[in-house]
């Protein structure tokens, strides 16, 4: 017998919502939803981050596309070596590429932010942190069950192994 169909449709004030922190300048609720009503192609986060923070670093992509629409709210959006202020019914893209498509949305407003992060659905990959000089390299690794399986490093150049270490 077959899986039954996933509900493809859920309402924004629906969707489940988790904490998600680090120091003082990163604190957002997010919900991630695009599998929970069916989508395996293309994910949809919901962000909701108060004034003064931001979700996640300052980051670029090399496999995964994202484009960013503003529900409520305002803020900054960096991008590459540029900011852009941005509000409700804007709509942002964060293509794949180097430091120049680097991307990070900042609510600097005083009210409530929230946004929805929709992005193409990759089970690789490569992500790039300019600020901190850090990467991060993911494969078939299920953030929902960070425990399951797969491989992800978060790592520096510098630290990089030879092609040949351990190999005899």
């Known amino acids: 017998m077959s899986e039954p169909t996933k509900r493809p449709v859920i309402n924004l004030a629906d969707v489940p919502l ?18 929970i009503i069916g989508s395996t192609g ?14 996640f670093p300052f980051h670029n992509h090399h496999g995964i596309h994202e484009l960013f629409l503003i ?16 509000k409700a019914g804007d709509v942002l893209a964060a293509p794949t ?16 932010l929230k946004y929805l992060g929709i992005s193409t659905a990759a089970t ?16 078939r690794f299920d953030w929902g069950n960070p425990d399951g399986g797969g491989i992800r490093y978060v790592g520096r150049q510098p630290n990089s192994l030879d092609y040949w270490d351990g190999e005899g």
């Open 42 to 55: 293309i994910g949809c986060m919901l962000h909701v981050v108060e004034p003064g923070k931001r979700a």
């Open 18 to 35: 988790r904490d998600s922190s680090n120091g003082e300048t990163f604190a957002a609720r997010v919900g991630s939803f695009g599998r």
């Open 124 to 139: 690789t990959e490569v992500v790039e942190y300019p600020d901190s000089g850090k990467f991060a390299v993911t494969s």
């Open 71 to 86: 529900l409520e709210g305002e803020g900054q959006y960096r991008f590459g070596a540029d900011t852009f202020p941005v």
């Open 97 to 112: 590429g180097g430091p120049e498509t680097a991307h990070q949305i900042i609510n600097n407003g005083n009210k409530t």
